[in-house]
């Protein structure tokens, strides 16, 4: 019933710039921490950045300086900006929020991902 969908993916030369968007859909009271994992062929899965409902946020070293999380809590949806983007960011980039459907229970939902291909 709940669901994330992804877009914005795609294939970007190096040094460019592509907006991944999240949106949550479904029964939602609301949405506490959302954030953007990503995985990249023969590599784990790499948390790259969370976002608090207030806007606080955090990104693994790598894309500091150059990514940006955002959210719109009317549209229940998540932005990633992605900005001098490089090589070795490409990977599934893969959504997840915490998610309360009602005001009792919570748990995380993941988006099916959406492929970023950065060529050199």
């Known amino acids: 019933q709940v669901q994330l969908v992804e877009s914005g993916g795609g294939l970007v030369q190096a040094g460019g710039s592509l907006r991944l968007s999240c949106a949550a859909s479904?029964?939602?009271?609301?949405?506490?921490?959302m954030g953007w994992y990503r995985q990249a062929p023969g590599k784990q899965r790499e948390l790259v950045a969370t976002?608090?409902?207030?806007?606080?946020?955090n990104y693994v070293d790598s894309v500091k300086g150059r990514f940006t999380l955002s959210r719109d809590n009317a549209k229940n949806t998540v932005y990633l900006q992605m900005t001098s983007l490089k090589p070795e960011d490409t990977a599934v980039y893969l959504c997840?929020?915490?998610?309360?459907?009602?005001?009792?229970?919570?748990?995380?939902?993941w988006g099916q991902g959406t492929q970023v291909t950065v060529s050199s």
């Open positions: 997840n929020a915490d998610i309360y459907p009602n005001r009792y229970f919570h748990t995380h939902y």
């Open positions: 479904g029964s939602i009271f609301s949405i506490n921490d």
């Open positions: 976002i608090t409902i207030g806007g606080g946020t």
